[in-house]
């Protein structure tokens, strides 16, 4: 599927979702806009079918938690990446990469 589709049909289940539980279209949008991609709204689409929050509060302490753990994650990838460089440099030195 098309990047841009899914990110639009993710969205789209997200918002209509939340407002299924009795909240403004515009929060749902809000939360699609900072989650950012398909897998975390899909992500979010599962809190929502399982809790049913029923306050604004709840779905946005989520939406938070849901961004912390991404962004933990990338955190980690940059540094697994970082440190397999300088085990590179510590191989091979600073010269071109023997293969």
């Known amino acids: ?3 841009r589709k899914e990110w639009v049909r993710s969205r789209d289940k997200l918002v209509v979702m ?3 539980l009795g909240f403004p279209e515009e929060l749902g949008h809000q939360i699609a806009k900072q989650l950012g991609s398909p897998k975390a709204m899909d992500r979010m689409c599962s809190y929502l079918y399982q809790v049913k929050p029923n ?3 709840l779905i ?3 939406m938070l938690a849901i961004c912390s753990e991404i962004d933990a994650w990338r955190e980690k990838k940059a540094s697994e990446e970082a440190n397999a460089r300088y085990n590179d440099m510590l191989n091979y030195g600073l010269g071109v990469k023997e293969e």
Request: hydrophobic content about 35%.
């Open 1 to 3: 599927m098309n990047g």
């Open 18 to 20: 939340i407002c299924e």
């Open 55 to 57: 306050s604004a509060e």
């Open 60 to 62: 946005v302490d989520e």
